[in-house]
């Protein structure tokens, strides 16, 4: 038996796995984000560990025998958030998330400092990533960047609470801007540029290998055998792809969660950052993968209903269904930028926006709603566009994330890409079930691709030629609209 841990932005996921990859049981613990001002997004660390232990608790009351069973947990989590530690391994502030945007200026001085940041890190500077937020600290609370003696992303904390190691795996590290991505190894002339050296930094290891064994009063606290192996783990992604076979060169998924990212899977470092392209390391040996990300994804929907008081997204998306009749809805002009929290493919840029422009009196909720899934899939399309301009076309999507739920949604995603999508069984776990994997290729020493197949297809979505046709005019509205506003953006925010 195998447990995966997904720490999200929105929750805390566990996930129980048997030999035979069969999902065993599965428990769920919700998060808070914390804005205190424009531009940012933290998170309190206790909170990880609190929700982490109700997601266990929860798998334990319901199965407790396969707990009592686990060989081997594995990690999985939302990337770039830099979790500051001092000596004593104290948390020395909220922790800076993936989606803030306030380190835009410090973004400008990292790639001044170290000229050579795109060439080792493979992409270039964006307020999500890790080491910005570090200029951050050490120009506007200088004590605290005096006091910090370790930096770990989210997971690794979690682990350092399991284990009580410092350590990473080569997937999230890739997307701190530390890491020689082409090397997998740090970077010293990078954590020259922010002030840091490696003794700042965890141990390295591959997603499948093992960092330690749990705390003895951990494992009796959840029910699991003292002394279980604790995997490397790996981010979000990379662990959602290994959790529905994306690890062949080729290969690739669209991940419809808080966040949503395209990923495209290769056995070579392949970057292209001048279009906000990111390429970091797999979650395996000898592989890399490219990423085009955008920060709003699922979220705009659940911003949606809130605005406009419908219960649930569930609601809120009949709606949307019901909204008219032609394939693309209404025909007219209404049209919403997803920016919620900035943006990064292919725009990098913290300053954007969520709008939605042509509005009337006329206009009905069912209409917003149907405006919000476009204007998601007309995102997903522009990163599709970058990621393809670094070579080579991308046949067909795995669909993974609690937005995958959505046939209406899949409808719009499949014809705005013009690719067939395709719905594993058990996609909407995939991160943590990808943690399972790497922990049971931890504990056995199997090879990866005996453990990393595909998923079971469920069904396939393919493109809609009458309502691509019918997305085509917005979807050009949408693409001038960014351009029109963007300085409007940054004048916003006194830029």
Not at 245 to 258: E, I, M, N, Y
Not at 354 to 378: K, S
Not at 415 to 443: Q, T
């Amino acid at each position: 038996m195998y447990l995966g841990i997904d720490l999200g932005t929105s929750g805390v996921k566990a996930v129980l796995v048997d030999a035979a990859q069969r999902r065993v049981g599965q428990s769920t613990a919700p998060l808070e984000v914390s804005r205190p001002h424009p531009l940012w997004s933290e998170q309190d660390p206790k909170d990880w560990w609190a929700a982490t232990g109700r997601a266990v608790a929860g798998l334990r009351a319901a199965h407790p025998d396969a707990m009592g069973a686990v060989r081997g947990i594995g990690l999985s989590g939302q990337m770039h958030g830099a979790t500051l530690l001092d000596r004593q391994d104290r948390v020395l502030r909220p922790a800076i998330l993936w989606n803030d945007g306030r380190s835009g200026a410090e973004c400008a001085e990292l790639e001044r400092r170290a000229p050579t940041l795109r060439a080792i890190a493979g992409n270039r500077a964006m307020p999500g990533f890790t080491a910005p937020k570090l200029l951050w600290v050490a120009a506007h609370e200088p004590d605290l960047f005096k006091a910090t003696a370790k930096v770990l992303l989210p997971k690794d904390w979690l682990r350092l609470r399991m284990t009580g190691d410092h350590a990473s795996d080569l997937s999230d590290s890739a997307g701190t801007l530390w890491l020689d991505v082409g090397r997998r190894a740090w970077s010293a002339e990078l954590l020259a540029a922010t002030g840091l050296g490696e003794a700042h930094m965890p141990r390295l290891y591959e997603g499948c290998q093992p960092t330690g064994t749990l705390r003895a009063e951990v494992a009796a606290d959840w029910g699991v055998p003292p002394g279980t192996v604790v995997a490397a783990g790996a981010g979000d992604n990379a662990a959602g792809a290994v959790g529905v076979g994306v690890v062949a060169p080729g290969s690739a998924f669209l991940s419809l969660g808080t966040s949503g990212v395209l990923f495209v899977s290769g056995d070579r470092f392949a970057p292209n950052p001048e279009r906000g392209v990111h390429a970091f390391c797999h979650a395996l040996p000898g592989r890399w993968h490219q990423m085009s990300v955008m920060l709003s994804a699922a979220s705009c929907l659940s911003f949606a209903a809130r605005l406009t008081g419908v219960a649930d997204e569930a609601a809120l998306l009949r709606e949307a269904e019901s909204h008219g009749g032609d394939p693309g809805g209404d025909p007219g002009a209404l049209v919403f930028l997803p920016y919620l929290s900035g943006e990064r493919t292919p725009h990098n840029d913290p300053h954007a926006k969520g709008v939605f422009f042509g509005l009337t009196h006329d206009t009905e909720r069912g209409a917003l709603a149907r405006a919000v899934l476009e204007g998601v899939a007309f995102a997903f399309a522009d990163g599709l566009d970058a990621l393809e301009e670094a070579g080579g076309r991308v046949e067909r999507f795995l669909v993974i994330g609690g937005g995958a739920r959505s046939a209406l949604w899949g409808r719009i995603l499949a014809s705005a890409l013009g690719r067939p999508l395709d719905y594993p069984a058990g996609g909407e776990v995939g991160p943590a079930f990808g943690a399972a994997r790497l922990a049971r290729l931890a504990v056995t020493g199997e090879e990866p691709e005996t453990v990393c197949q595909p998923l079971e297809i469920r069904h396939t979505v393919e493109p809609d030629p009458a309502l691509a046709t019918a997305l085509g005019p917005r979807r050009r509205l949408f693409r001038r609209l960014y351009g029109d506003l963007k300085s409007a953006f940054r004048e916003a925010d006194g830029a």
